[in-house]
């Protein structure tokens, strides 16, 4: 067994997995998952710099997660970092701060690398399984952009489009500082007509409708699963490889555009960082569902830090 460590530093959230990996049998055993919610992407899209509280923010979570790896003795640790610092301007201010606290250069990763990371993740336990055919199409909703792979024990083919839920959010329902709340009819109409534009250009190189299995990463799509499941606080167990029908996607996705802030946050499951990404990370859940003809959506809270993590073992 190696021990080994893994940080995916998005747009939204950063997250650490320490596990001990097996490349005899195949097997990850967990020893820690953590993440936090440290907007990174804050105003990217606008502005194609890292503000000063973004990169503050990261920074303290990157001192929590080095005495958490300390701790537990990790032999290797691949940090990669993904869509915000890609565009970023002042990536060099992200890189040094990293390399001050935890020793390692972040490796910001191309979206096609991205998508690989997250096939792996994703798949890798689902071999096997009768009930679940190939090809599958995994679909990465981030925060700033998302990741399309189609693969069946290999990846096939992948594209990495702008249409996160930070990024839709932060674009289309912010004025003066303040999110829409709730979004207008031609607010949810110009998002739609972003994702439908990406979901065009992802096809181009990624056959999205050929998949017969749509598998699902990040947290828009665990949360609008925990939703979906009713539960009283968030479970990574029970959302793990539930399957959640389009009917369901599609009720929580209008709710999520009709509610307000204060109902969202008032969720049980819902995490104070997604109150306000939520409705456009579940809208291009429903869209991609709706383009590639999905009856249901399988749930993997294994995704990018899993396929991290076994490129270190």
């Known amino acids: 067994m190696t021990r080994v460590a893994a940080i995916d530093c998005g747009t939204n959230s950063i997250r650490l997995l320490v596990a001990d990996a097996d490349p005899a049998t195949g097997e990850l055993v967990d020893l820690e998952r953590r993440m936090t919610i440290v907007r990174l992407g804050q105003g990217v899209d606008r502005t194609g710099r890292l503000a000063p509280e973004a990169l503050e923010r990261t920074f303290a979570a990157c001192r929590?997660?080095?005495?958490?790896?300390?701790?537990?003795g990790a032999e290797r640790l691949r940090f990669v970092a993904t869509s915000a610092s890609r565009d970023a301007e002042n990536r060099d201010e992200f890189v040094r701060g990293v390399v001050d606290i935890l020793g390692v250069e972040p490796e910001v990763i191309t979206g096609d690398q991205e998508a690989e990371f997250s096939f792996t993740g994703a798949t890798r336990e689902l071999t096997g399984r009768d009930d679940l055919a190939k090809p599958y199409l995994v679909v990465d909703i981030g925060g700033g952009s998302t990741e399309f792979v189609v693969g069946a024990d290999h990846v096939r083919a992948a594209r990495s489009v702008d249409i996160g839920c930070v990024r839709m959010t932060e674009r289309h329902l912010v004025h003066d500082g303040e999110v829409s709340d709730p979004p207008s009819e031609a607010q949810i109409a110009a998002i739609r007509a972003d994702i439908e534009a990406a979901l065009d250009l992802a096809e181009r190189t990624v056959p999205l409708r050929e998949a017969r299995t749509l598998v699902?990463?990040?947290?828009?799509?665990?949360?609008?699963?925990a939703i979906a499941?009713?539960?009283?606080?968030?479970?990574?167990?029970?959302?793990?490889?539930?399957?959640?029908?389009y009917h369901r996607v599609a009720r929580i996705t209008h709710r999520m555009l009709t509610s307000t802030h204060a109902e969202r946050a008032a969720i049980p499951v819902m995490h104070p960082g997604r109150v306000d990404v939520i409705a456009s990370g579940a809208l291009v859940l429903l869209a991609?569902?709706?383009?590639?003809?999905?009856?249901?959506?399988?749930?993997?809270?294994?995704?990018?830090?899993?396929?991290i993590a076994w490129s270190r073992a």
């Open 216 to 225: 699902g990463l990040a947290g828009s799509v665990t949360t609008v699963a």
């Open 229 to 245: 499941l009713d539960l009283l606080e968030y479970d990574p167990a029970a959302i793990h490889h539930a399957r959640i029908p």
């Open 64 to 72: 929590e997660y080095a005495a958490v790896i300390e701790e537990h």
């Open 288 to 307: 991609v569902m709706e383009r590639v003809g999905a009856t249901e959506v399988v749930v993997s809270e294994h995704d990018i830090l899993d396929g």
